[in-house]
T-cell receptor, first 111, second 115 residues
Framework: GQNIDQPTEMTATEGAIVQINCTYQTSGFNGLFWYQQHAGEAPTFLSYNVLDGLEEKGRFSSFLSRSKGYSYLLLKELQMKDSASYLCAVRAPGSNYQLIWGAGTKLIIKP | EPEVTQTPSHQVTQMGQEVILRCVPISNHLYFYWYRQILGQKVEFLVSFYNNEISEKSEIFDDQFSVERPDGSNFTLKIRSTKLEDSAMYFC?????????????FGDGTRLSIL
């Protein structure tokens, strides 16, 4: 079966750095995504990792270790607008299109 | 920036009725998707569509559901004989390439409430 685990909720301070972890157990691996979802809105693509290592995009970076079934999303210089849920999703093994989603991590930013 | 648009934003329907959710994908995109998210729960894949046919579907997408691209711009999800448990946010997404480096762009969703 496929399973994705993320912390339910995290709290961080404006201007700080936060790391959101994601572990996955799938029968194969075909890529991992991070999406941001503000309450009541659509998910917005943040990053995609298929090879081990760190991908950096401005204030956001995503890391993948395939051998450990582990990824993290790193957010730097946190802003109040970063308060949202962060969804980890993996491409279903053998699939071109289907994404399997984690339950999301609700990130609360405090001043 | 082009975006995926969905209508209506909120649909209220009596149990047992049919409902059609509408989506206009980004104009040069060729791959279309429907997802649903029950309140407080995970996003769930329903179906993907390419070249006027379903390319993949999940276990959720049973005979109650169907998709159609009736013209060059719209992509619809039909739910027949709705049930209370169909109440959810339904997201349409599109991409111009199934290559994962080309992300799926999501619409703002239709909130479906079954009474």
């Amino acid at each position: 079966g496929q399973n994705i685990d993320q912390p339910t909720e995290m709290t961080a301070t404006e201007g700080a750095i936060v790391q959101i972890n994601c572990t996955y157990q799938t029968s194969g691996f075909n890529g991992l995504f991070w999406y941001q979802q503000h309450a009541g809105e659509a998910p917005t693509f943040l990053s995609y990792n298929v090879l081990d290592g760190l991908e950096e995009k401005g204030r956001f970076s995503s890391f993948l270790s395939r051998s450990k079934g582990y990824s993290y999303l790193l957010l730097k210089e946190l802003q109040m607008k970063d308060s949202a849920s962060y969804l980890c999703a993996v491409r279903a093994p053998g699939s071109n299109y289907q994404l399997i989603w984690g339950a999301g991590t609700k990130l609360i930013i405090k001043p | 920036e082009p975006e995926v648009t969905q209508t209506p934003s909120h649909q209220v329907t009596q149990m047992g009725q049919e409902v059609i959710l509408r989506c206009v994908p980004i104009s040069n995109h060729l791959y279309f998707y429907w997802y649903r998210q029950i309140l407080g729960q995970k996003v769930e894949f329903l179906v993907s569509f390419y070249n006027n046919e379903i390319s993949e579907k999940s276990e959720i997408f049973d005979d109650q559901f169907s998709v159609e691209r009736p013209d060059g711009s719209n992509f619809t999800l039909k739910i027949r004989s709705t049930k209370l448990e169909d109440s959810a946010m339904y997201f349409c997404a599109s991409s111009d390439d199934p290559n994962p480096n080309q992300p799926q762009h999501f619409g703002d969703g239709t909130r479906l409430s079954i009474l």
